[in-house]
């Protein structure tokens, strides 16, 4: 009916999808939109009915987002224990240290438990490597990125 090919309509559709969603994710304001929308060289008439389309479905369209979000597992409790072997048959004197955990977590109002064993370097090496990602949270770069996603 549109005398035109099906991808061009495939990818028109794609681009509106893109354009509303990523202007929903981050709340740009009515002039922020225009100003996105008037460099693509539409009319002034289109242009309006785009700002009218975005503006009547920008909070619907975040409700629908969010509930696309993967529901990701929550801590709730760490149970640990360290175990030492001194000796076995074989070798008399050697010790052989392992850290087990007990990992409590809730998805979607279930408690699940994953239990973990390493050896107390790898501990140490995890350790200093969440710590690491904690402190890069501090940047002003990961609280730009951060506050952009809400």
Same mark, same amino acid.
């Given at each position: 009916?549109?005398? *035109? /090919? #099906?991808?061009?309509?495939?990818?028109?559709? !794609?681009?509106?999808?893109? $354009?509303? %969603?990523? /202007? =929903?994710?981050?709340?740009? =304001?009515?002039?922020?939109?225009?100003?996105?929308?008037?460099?693509?060289?539409?009319?002034?008439?289109?242009?309006?009915?785009? +700002? &009218?389309?975005? +503006?009547?479905?920008? @909070? !619907?369209?975040?409700?629908?987002?969010?509930?696309? *979000?993967? @529901?990701?597992?929550?801590?709730?409790?760490?149970?640990?224990?360290?175990?030492?072997?001194?000796?076995?048959? /074989? $070798?008399?004197? &050697? #010790? @052989?240290?392992?850290? %087990?955990?007990?990992?409590?977590?809730?998805?979607?109002?279930?408690?699940?438990?994953?239990? +973990?064993? %390493?050896?107390?370097? %790898?501990?140490?090496?995890? #350790?200093?490597?969440? !710590?690491?990602?904690?402190?890069?949270?501090?940047?002003?770069?990961?609280?730009?990125? *951060?506050?952009?996603? @809400?």
């Amino acid at each position: 009916r549109l005398n *035109v /090919s #099906i991808d061009t309509v495939q990818h028109g559709v !794609e681009g509106l999808t893109y $354009l509303l %969603t990523e /202007s =929903s994710k981050l709340m740009i =304001s009515e002039t922020d939109f225009q100003d996105s929308i008037h460099v693509l060289g539409f009319s002034d008439e289109l242009n309006e009915l785009l +700002l &009218q389309l975005y +503006l009547d479905n920008r @909070k !619907e369209i975040r409700i629908i987002l969010s509930e696309l *979000v993967p @529901k990701l597992p929550s801590y709730h409790s760490l149970e640990w224990r360290l175990d030492v072997q001194l000796a076995s048959r /074989s $070798l008399r004197q &050697q #010790i @052989k240290p392992a850290v %087990t955990m007990k990992l409590h977590l809730n998805q979607n109002e279930d408690q699940t438990a994953r239990v +973990l064993q %390493t050896d107390p370097s %790898t501990l140490l090496h995890l #350790i200093q490597q969440l !710590e690491q990602a904690l402190g890069e949270m501090k940047t002003n770069h990961c609280r730009r990125i *951060v506050r952009n996603m @809400k």
